[in-house]
Protein backbone atom coordinates (compact mmCIF):
# COMPACT_ATOMS: atom_id res chain seq x y z
CA UNK A 1 0.00 0.00 0.00
CA UNK A 2 1.16 3.80 -0.92
CA UNK A 3 1.07 5.73 2.13
CA UNK A 4 0.81 8.97 0.26
CA UNK A 5 2.37 12.60 1.42
CA UNK A 6 -0.90 13.64 3.03
CA UNK A 7 -1.59 11.35 5.33
CA UNK A 8 2.32 11.95 6.35
CA UNK A 9 1.45 15.54 7.27
CA UNK A 10 -0.22 14.32 9.95
CA UNK A 11 2.90 12.97 11.96
CA UNK A 12 5.00 15.38 14.19
CA UNK A 13 8.38 15.16 13.53
CA UNK A 14 10.44 13.57 15.83
CA UNK A 15 13.63 15.30 14.67
CA UNK A 16 14.59 18.99 14.68
CA UNK A 17 13.82 20.51 10.66
CA UNK A 18 17.36 22.22 10.91
CA UNK A 19 19.84 19.45 12.43
CA UNK A 20 17.89 16.21 12.63
CA UNK A 21 18.63 15.81 16.03
CA UNK A 22 15.71 13.89 17.77
CA UNK A 23 13.51 16.20 19.60
CA UNK A 24 12.69 16.23 23.30
CA UNK A 25 9.51 18.26 23.23
CA UNK A 26 6.91 18.18 20.18
CA UNK A 27 5.69 22.00 20.84
CA UNK A 28 7.95 23.23 17.85
CA UNK A 29 9.61 20.99 15.25
CA UNK A 30 13.13 22.36 16.09
CA UNK A 31 15.75 21.63 18.80
CA UNK A 32 16.85 24.15 21.33
CA UNK A 33 20.12 24.54 20.11
CA UNK A 34 18.75 25.34 16.78
CA UNK A 35 15.90 28.06 18.32
CA UNK A 36 19.01 29.93 20.14
CA UNK A 37 21.04 29.98 16.70
CA UNK A 38 18.02 32.24 15.19
CA UNK A 39 19.85 36.34 15.83
CA UNK A 40 17.54 38.42 18.18
CA UNK A 41 16.51 42.02 17.33
CA UNK A 42 17.49 44.92 18.93
CA UNK A 43 14.67 46.45 20.02
CA UNK A 44 15.87 50.25 19.07
CA UNK A 45 16.36 48.85 15.74
CA UNK A 46 13.20 47.75 14.81
CA UNK A 47 12.08 50.64 16.53
CA UNK A 48 13.94 53.00 14.30
CA UNK A 49 13.09 51.60 10.94
CA UNK A 50 9.44 51.88 12.23
CA UNK A 51 10.17 55.52 12.73
CA UNK A 52 12.02 56.10 9.80
CA UNK A 53 8.95 55.17 7.32
CA UNK A 54 6.19 56.50 9.55
CA UNK A 55 5.27 59.72 7.29
CA UNK A 56 2.05 60.16 8.80
CA UNK A 57 3.26 60.56 11.95
CA UNK A 58 1.15 57.60 13.72
CA UNK A 59 1.73 57.68 17.13
CA UNK A 60 3.62 54.22 18.02
CA UNK A 61 4.78 53.76 21.86
CA UNK A 62 7.05 50.73 21.34
CA UNK A 63 8.40 48.05 19.26
CA UNK A 64 9.48 44.96 20.35
CA UNK A 65 10.17 41.92 17.44
CA UNK A 66 11.84 38.33 18.85
CA UNK A 67 13.72 37.40 15.72
CA UNK A 68 15.64 37.99 12.69
CA UNK A 69 13.83 36.86 9.63
CA UNK A 70 16.20 34.15 8.29
CA UNK A 71 16.03 33.57 4.53
CA UNK A 72 16.21 29.47 3.74
CA UNK A 73 17.03 29.50 7.67
CA UNK A 74 15.13 27.82 10.44
CA UNK A 75 12.84 30.95 11.05
CA UNK A 76 11.40 30.45 7.48
CA UNK A 77 11.25 27.17 7.89
CA UNK A 78 9.08 27.32 10.70
CA UNK A 79 7.30 30.02 9.30
CA UNK A 80 6.01 28.23 6.94
CA UNK A 81 4.82 25.16 8.46
CA UNK A 82 2.73 27.83 10.56
CA UNK A 83 1.44 30.02 7.52
CA UNK A 84 1.23 27.29 5.19
CA UNK A 85 1.66 23.78 6.85
CA UNK A 86 -1.61 24.04 9.00
CA UNK A 87 0.19 23.76 12.33
CA UNK A 88 -1.38 26.25 14.46
CA UNK A 89 0.59 24.50 17.58
CA UNK A 90 3.24 25.92 16.16
CA UNK A 91 1.64 30.10 16.40
CA UNK A 92 0.96 29.15 20.28
CA UNK A 93 4.35 27.79 21.14
CA UNK A 94 6.51 30.35 19.07
CA UNK A 95 3.90 33.51 21.11
CA UNK A 96 4.90 32.20 24.48
CA UNK A 97 8.57 32.62 23.53
CA UNK A 98 7.28 35.91 22.58
CA UNK A 99 5.45 36.59 25.93
CA UNK A 100 9.13 35.98 27.58
CA UNK A 101 10.88 38.14 25.56
CA UNK A 102 7.92 41.24 26.16
CA UNK A 103 7.88 40.38 30.17
CA UNK A 104 11.22 40.90 30.07
CA UNK A 105 10.84 44.45 27.53
CA UNK A 106 8.07 45.70 29.46
CA UNK A 107 8.91 45.17 33.13
CA UNK A 108 6.38 47.53 34.26
CA UNK A 109 3.77 48.45 32.05
CA UNK A 110 2.63 45.18 30.13
CA UNK A 111 -0.51 46.42 27.19
CA UNK A 112 -3.78 45.52 28.72
CA UNK A 113 -5.44 44.31 25.53
CA UNK A 114 -3.52 42.22 22.68
CA UNK A 115 -4.88 43.08 19.22
CA UNK A 116 -3.66 40.05 16.12
CA UNK A 117 -3.56 41.77 13.04
CA UNK A 118 -6.75 40.27 11.17
CA UNK A 119 -6.59 38.48 7.98
CA UNK A 120 -9.67 39.33 5.38
CA UNK A 121 -12.73 37.01 6.14
CA UNK A 122 -11.93 35.05 2.54
CA UNK A 123 -8.39 34.41 3.09
CA UNK A 124 -9.26 32.88 6.93
CA UNK A 125 -11.61 30.71 5.55
CA UNK A 126 -8.90 29.52 3.06
CA UNK A 127 -6.24 28.76 5.90
CA UNK A 128 -8.98 27.97 8.55
CA UNK A 129 -6.56 30.23 11.61
CA UNK A 130 -5.15 33.91 11.71
CA UNK A 131 -1.25 32.89 12.69
CA UNK A 132 -1.30 36.14 14.21
CA UNK A 133 -4.41 35.60 16.46
CA UNK A 134 -2.41 32.27 17.45
CA UNK A 135 0.77 34.28 18.38
CA UNK A 136 -1.35 36.40 20.70
CA UNK A 137 -2.79 33.80 22.29
CA UNK A 138 0.93 32.34 23.42
CA UNK A 139 1.77 35.78 24.31
CA UNK A 140 -1.20 35.87 26.47
CA UNK A 141 -0.12 32.69 28.45
CA UNK A 142 2.72 34.72 29.71
CA UNK A 143 1.78 38.71 30.14
CA UNK A 144 -2.00 39.09 31.67
CA UNK A 145 -3.29 40.95 28.30
CA UNK A 146 -7.02 40.24 27.01
CA UNK A 147 -7.34 38.93 23.32
CA UNK A 148 -9.60 41.13 21.11
CA UNK A 149 -10.42 39.96 17.86
CA UNK A 150 -13.25 41.92 16.72
CA UNK A 151 -12.59 45.73 17.16
CA UNK A 152 -9.58 45.42 14.05
CA UNK A 153 -11.29 44.21 10.93
CA UNK A 154 -9.39 43.98 7.62
CA UNK A 155 -11.78 45.70 5.19
CA UNK A 156 -10.50 44.21 1.89
CA UNK A 157 -8.10 41.18 0.20
CA UNK A 158 -4.57 42.96 -0.21
CA UNK A 159 -2.93 41.45 -2.47
CA UNK A 160 0.55 39.39 -1.79
CA UNK A 161 3.38 42.13 -0.88
CA UNK A 162 5.72 39.69 -2.56
CA UNK A 163 7.72 41.70 -4.87
CA UNK A 164 6.55 45.56 -4.63
CA UNK A 165 7.99 48.52 -3.90
CA UNK A 166 8.24 49.89 -0.47
CA UNK A 167 5.50 52.87 -2.18
CA UNK A 168 3.36 50.02 -3.75
CA UNK A 169 2.84 47.73 -0.55
CA UNK A 170 2.43 51.13 1.01
CA UNK A 171 -0.43 52.01 -1.02
CA UNK A 172 -1.35 48.17 -1.29
CA UNK A 173 -2.53 48.44 2.28
CA UNK A 174 -3.71 51.99 2.77
CA UNK A 175 -6.74 52.31 4.80
CA UNK A 176 -6.90 48.16 4.24
CA UNK A 177 -8.31 47.93 7.72
CA UNK A 178 -11.58 49.56 10.24
CA UNK A 179 -12.60 49.36 13.27
CA UNK A 180 -15.97 47.92 15.42
CA UNK A 181 -16.70 49.08 18.26
CA UNK A 182 -14.02 51.56 19.53
CA UNK A 183 -15.30 52.07 22.47
CA UNK A 184 -13.81 48.82 23.58
CA UNK A 185 -10.31 49.99 23.03
CA UNK A 186 -10.85 54.21 24.02
CA UNK A 187 -7.96 55.15 25.67
CA UNK A 188 -6.47 51.68 26.06
CA UNK A 189 -2.60 50.33 26.14
CA UNK A 190 -2.74 48.47 22.83
CA UNK A 191 -0.25 45.62 21.50
CA UNK A 192 -0.67 45.28 18.07
CA UNK A 193 0.69 41.18 16.93
CA UNK A 194 1.85 40.32 13.51
CA UNK A 195 3.89 37.65 11.99
CA UNK A 196 6.74 39.41 10.16
CA UNK A 197 7.26 42.60 9.69
CA UNK A 198 9.37 43.33 6.41
CA UNK A 199 8.39 47.08 5.65
CA UNK A 200 6.18 47.88 8.51
CA UNK A 201 3.20 49.15 6.01
CA UNK A 202 0.77 47.28 7.59
CA UNK A 203 1.36 47.48 10.86
CA UNK A 204 1.49 50.75 10.32
CA UNK A 205 -1.78 51.12 8.40
CA UNK A 206 -3.72 49.07 11.18
CA UNK A 207 -1.88 51.39 14.17
CA UNK A 208 -3.67 54.10 11.99
CA UNK A 209 -7.10 52.38 12.41
CA UNK A 210 -6.75 52.02 16.05
CA UNK A 211 -5.52 55.51 16.64
CA UNK A 212 -7.94 57.18 15.35
CA UNK A 213 -10.80 55.19 17.07
CA UNK A 214 -9.10 56.34 19.96
CA UNK A 215 -6.57 53.90 21.00
CA UNK A 216 -4.26 55.01 23.75
CA UNK A 217 -0.52 54.08 23.42
CA UNK A 218 0.20 51.70 20.58
CA UNK A 219 2.80 49.03 21.16
CA UNK A 220 3.98 46.58 18.47
CA UNK A 221 5.15 43.11 18.71
CA UNK A 222 6.40 40.94 15.89
CA UNK A 223 7.93 37.66 15.89
CA UNK A 224 10.30 38.77 13.22
CA UNK A 225 11.96 41.87 11.26
CA UNK A 226 13.05 41.03 7.38
CA UNK A 227 16.59 43.06 7.71
CA UNK A 228 17.25 44.82 4.67
ZN1 LIG B 1 18.40 21.34 15.69
New binding site residues.
Partial sequence: MRISSHFLDFFIPVR?I??S?PLQTHQLP??P??LNTIEKVDPKEAENHLEQINSSQIPIHSVYTHWYFDHAGTLQNLHQYLKYGNRPSYGIALGTLMGHGLKAYYPSSVPELLIPIPLHRRRLLQRGYNQSTLLAKGIAEVIEGSLIEDVLVRKRSTRSQTGLTHEERQQNVAAAFSTKKPERITKKHILLIDDVMTTGATILSAAKALHEAGAGPINVATLAFTRR
Fill in positions: CTCSVCVC
